[in-house]
């Protein structure tokens, strides 16, 4: 099942942010650090997810290095689809995509499934992940 999330984008805070998130509402919380897919050094958030009791996703980020020109605290969420129906998200992105400003192409990324941002006509910022398929078992 695909699922629709929000995601908020933080200046350097949302490892405490989604900490505070996971005190108010429970539930498991998973980061990982920019650091660990390929910049060295760079421990801000390059993905933090909080999955709670009740059933709703919440996720965050910081900003990638060099992309706080344009970061207005109030105006750093964005509408995450994701899951595994590769078929399904990519014709959602297809459609989201007429008359939007793509900021990065839907395609595969290094931590192995295929992700892309854009800002759609009416100013609403999307992000597309596909999950690449698991592993199959070793005999």
Do not use: C
């Not at 629709?4 to 984008?9: D, E, G, M, R």
């Not at 800002?119 to 070793?138: E, L, S």
């Amino acid at each position: 099942m695909a699922k629709l999330n929000p995601y908020l984008t933080f200046d350097g805070t949302a490892r405490a942010a989604i900490e505070f998130y996971a005190a108010v509402f429970g539930g498991h919380v998973k980061v990982t650090t920019f650091d660990e897919f390929g910049d060295p050094g760079n421990h801000g958030v390059m993905h933090a997810q909080l999955d709670t009791l009740e059933g709703f996703t919440l996720m965050a980020s910081d900003l990638p290095p060099g992309g706080g020109a344009d970061h207005v605290v109030g105006t750093n969420v964005a509408v995450s689809l994701s899951g595994m129906e590769a078929d399904l998200l990519r014709e959602y992105w297809h459609r989201l995509s007429s008359g939007a400003t793509v900021t990065l192409p839907l395609e595969k990324q290094m931590w192995g499934d295929e992700f892309g941002m854009l800002i759609d006509r009416f100013g609403v910022h999307w992000m597309v992940n596909i999950a690449a398929a698991p592993a199959a078992a070793a005999p």
